[in-house]
């Protein structure tokens, strides 16, 4: 189980938590996990979200490991110039 | 295969990496030999042309095109109609680079033709007749927000938005820990203030061009300026119903991108042209259409409170950011609301961002999007706080400054990052005591960057002869191939001009992301160091089947396959070119290739110090002292990142003091051109000197950070609390042109 920071905006898809418990092990994990946990929450997954998994950013390595206890955030998806 | 190699505390010590050799597209450039988009022709070919809307809103009630196909000369017409094939995922940009129902911006195409020569091109646009109702416009961002306001799509608000709020709201978000309002209260003083922005252009040299054939059989090719040729070949065959795999796209040398060549405009068209006339189809942008049609940054409109001690300590922080990015849905307002409080180590903290949309162009990254804006305003608050209590302005932020184990401002813990190095290098510098002149100030500002990573490709392949060919796939609009070359001969300890790095086309290496994001030295470097490493085990595996050992046995030193150690054997070395030579003889070409997503790549961070002197009569603003401090994990080309370095500041510097976009009551451009549009001219500019530190970057094999973006965010602010301080009085909307800097001092 990994605990996900969710930003603020987002919370009102994860019934106000700003920081849930997902069973995950990898990326793809995690955002399915939270797709079928809080449904509310799909369509933001599906227009993109960057993750922070222990400090370092990734957009869309689905098998990025994701250690029991790495500090996960949740991120709009980021772009650049 | 592990990627990060690199070791934290590993004092690596380079041959290549680090040094300056001369750049490799120098000579081509100022010799005119460099081809550019429009510096290709081909046989048949005809002349593209755009109709534009002169209204800022109108419903499309008809086009009529018959005249304008009837014209001799003409053998091609488009509208929205030819592109039906378009799928969901481009729907705005499809709708972008063709309006379908409505015009929504002066300058939006609604119909284009292929014609033999551009005279004839130009007579048929006037044929065209487009019966246009006009409607109600809205162009400013706070405007755009109110009841009330013309709405250009209805249904475009999503989930985030409250009731009640303006359908031109796309969507809203927030960011931020802790409690603000007790942060506040515990604080001996709370500001509050509120800033504008007016939306820029990327200022490239080099408009638009492309050269498009596509033949009958759907086969098409297309040579484009762009920063991102797999984006076009992906994006185009989305709009156009092909597969991707038919379409090649070569990217030509880039006058400049910025960011705002890292979408579409021309490119479907000129294709839909092609296809339909069945002959290759040329455009070219004027600079009208360039700054009227292509993608501005967003203008914004913010306020911000912080709460700060008497010692300097912030004890809270929030923002609300409103950014207008154009007539669709996307302005850069959720990374301007996570970087606005990044340099800050905050116990209570919270952004807001609303994304609006007007009447005006659809927005494009513009370098480190959304963040220059928002540091803009946050950097001047502090500075303000700062000198009230009678602080130096870098202490404070120092004493408030992000570090290794922070909880940043948009969530994440950072890593060992660099901006406390900037401030205390800042701090060190001449350029913070020297005395200052009548009218003239000086001011700080700190500024964020995240970077990334991305789809990456690199074949590194030895000729005969032995020398190496680089081949990836990223525009060239920071010095990269340069940057590359070097890795490369890093890594196979051969002299850096053995090794030529060329942009492959869309056919030749798989996927590739665009070059932004701060991405290629890091993203590419990596693929480069892994790809040449690969080419060295098969070096290594040549020399060993030459000298019957096992390739266990054999080492890569100095350029050359050497013996690991006594026991496998006394061989003398076989250098690169030996081991080349006999290539076909040991099993064929000799080549190392590396594909990757890469991620991981590091933040950065920069401090910039700028001193201003403020015409006290006119209002006119000159810089007349410019240093920037940025940490570059490892500046492999170190003339290459001073220079990223200088053309951030060079382009804050204009946009802090002159650049906008001027919209009449009509709602259309009043200065479309550079003559109006003012970006700073070499005498405009002193030197800008240039600090690099260097923070390594642990997820990358030499530890280099992206620096291309970070660089042009703290202008803006550093500029502001330049100029507020040299005229008295605090400057809160940019540009800070001659008229508004006097209007401000006799308010004052």
């Known amino acids: 189980m990994v605990m996900v920071k969710i930003w603020g905006s987002l919370t009102s898809a994860t019934d106000g938590q700003a920081e849930v418990e997902i069973e995950a092990r990898t990326l793809k994990e995690l955002l399915d996990g939270l797709s079928e946990k809080y449904p509310a929450i799909r369509p933001q997954l599906e227009r993109g979200v960057s993750v922070s998994i222990d400090g370092r950013i990734y957009n869309d390595s689905w098998f990025q490991p994701i250690n029991p206890d790495s500090e996960v955030v949740l991120l709009r998806r980021i772009v650049g110039g | ?162 009731d009640g709020v303006s359908q031109n709201v796309s969507h809203r978000v927030e960011f931020g820990h802790g409690d603000v309002d007790a942060g506040f209260a515990k604080a001996d003083r709370v500001l509050e203030r509120s800033f504008k922005t007016a939306a820029t252009h990327q200022g490239y040299i080099e408009p638009h061009a492309c050269l498009a054939t596509m033949g009958a059989d759907g086969i098409a090719d297309l040579w484009v300026c762009t920063q991102g040729h797999y984006m076009v070949r992906n994006t185009c065959a989305a709009i156009l119903g092909i597969d991707q795999g038919k379409l090649r796209v070569t990217a030509s040398e880039i006058g400049g991108g910025f960011g705002g060549k890292t979408t579409v405009f021309l490119e479907p068209v000129a294709l839909a042209l092609s296809r339909k006339a069945n002959r290759p189809v040329k455009m070219v942008m004027t600079r009208e259409e360039v700054l009227r049609a292509t993608g501005p940054t967003a203008s914004t409109s913010i306020d911000v409170k912080i709460g700060m001690n008497k010692d300097g300590k912030i004890t809270a922080a929030s923002a609300e950011l409103r950014y207008q990015g154009g007539a669709y849905q996307g302005s850069p307002v959720d990374m301007g609301a996570m970087t606005a409080f990044a340099p800050y180590d905050l116990e209570n903290v919270k952004t807001v961002g609303w994304d609006v949309v007007t009447n005006r162009p659809k927005q494009a990254a513009y370098r480190a999007p959304g963040a220059p804006m928002a540091a803009f305003a946050v950097e001047s608050v502090v500075d303000e706080l700062a000198k009230g209590f009678g602080l130096d302005p870098l202490d404070v932020r120092l004493k408030n400054a992000a570090r290794e184990g922070t909880k940043s401002s948009y969530g994440p813990t950072f ?25 003239q100030g000086r001011g700080v500002a700190c500024g964020f960057w995240f970077n990334f990573g991305g789809d990456t490709c690199v074949s590194l392949n030895i000729t005969p002869d032995g020398t190496v060919t680089l081949t990836e796939g990223n525009p060239d609009i920071g010095g990269s191939r340069a940057s590359m070359s070097m890795m490369a001969a890093e890594e196979l300890g051969i002299p850096y001009d053995q090794v030529r790095t060329v942009i492959a086309d869309t056919g030749s290496l798989g996927q590739n992301e665009v070059t932004d994001g701060s991405r290629v030295t890091f993203a590419v470097g990596l693929a480069t160091i892994k790809a040449a490493r690969n080419a060295k085990k098969v070096l290594c595996e040549r020399a060993a089947m030459v000298w019957g050992i096992d390739p266990e046995a054999v080492v890569w030193e100095d350029g050359c396959a050497r013996p690991a150690g006594e026991n496998a054997g006394k061989f003398p070395p076989m250098s690169l070119k030996e081991v080349a030579a006999i290539a076909a003889n040991t099993g064929g070409p000799i080549a190392g290739h590396f594909e990757v997503n890469a991620e991981g790549a590091g933040v950065s961070f920069a401090t910039h110090m700028v001193d201003t002197e403020v015409d006290p009569e006119t209002g006119a603003v000159k810089v007349v002292r410019y240093t920037v401090f940025q940490d570059a994990g490892k500046a492999v080309h170190p003339a290459y990142v001073e220079g990223q370095f200088q053309g951030g500041a060079a382009q804050g510097i204009g946009w802090a003091l002159n650049e906008e976009y001027i919209y009449g009551k009509d709602g259309r451009l009043q200065n479309p051109g550079f003559l109006d549009y003012r970006i700073p001219v070499a005498s405009d500019l002193p030197m800008i000197d240039t600090v690099i530190l260097e923070i390594p970057n642990p997820g990358h094999p030499y530890g280099v950070r992206g620096v291309g973006e970070t660089s042009i965010v703290p202008p803006l602010a550093a500029i502001a609390n330049s100029v507020s301080a040299a005229a008295g009085v605090r400057m809160t909307d940019l540009p800070m042109s001659p008229p508004k800097v006097l209007a401000a001092i006799q308010k004052g």
């Open chain 2, 1 to 162: 295969m592990p990627l990060d190699d690199h070791k934290a505390g590993d004092a690596r010590q380079f041959k290549v990496v680090g040094t300056r050799p001369l750049r490799p597209d120098g000579i081509d450039k100022v010799t005119g030999r460099a081809r550019f988009g429009a510096d290709m022709n081909a046989p048949g070919m005809l002349i593209g042309r755009i109709l534009r809307s002169p209204h800022a809103h109108a419903r499309i009630r008809g086009i009529d095109t018959t005249k304008a196909e009837a014209l001799p000369g003409v053998k091609a017409v488009v509208t929205r109609a030819d592109f039906d094939a378009a799928d969901d995922s481009v729907a705005d940009i499809v709708d972008n680079c063709m309006a379908g129902e409505k015009a929504l911006y002066d300058g939006h195409a609604v119909a284009a033709v292929a014609a033999t020569s551009a005279a004839v091109a130009r007579k048929a646009l006037k044929l065209i007749a487009v019966d246009y109702e006009i409607l109600p416009h809205v162009t400013d961002v706070d405007e755009a927000m109110k009841p009330g306001a013309p709405i250009l799509h209805e249904g475009l608000s999503n989930e985030t938005v409250p």
């Open chain 2, 415 to 439: 890593p060992a990052i660099g901006l406390e190095a900037t401030l205390k290098a800042a701090k060190e510098h001449p350029h913070w005591t020297a005395p200052l002149g009548p009218n």
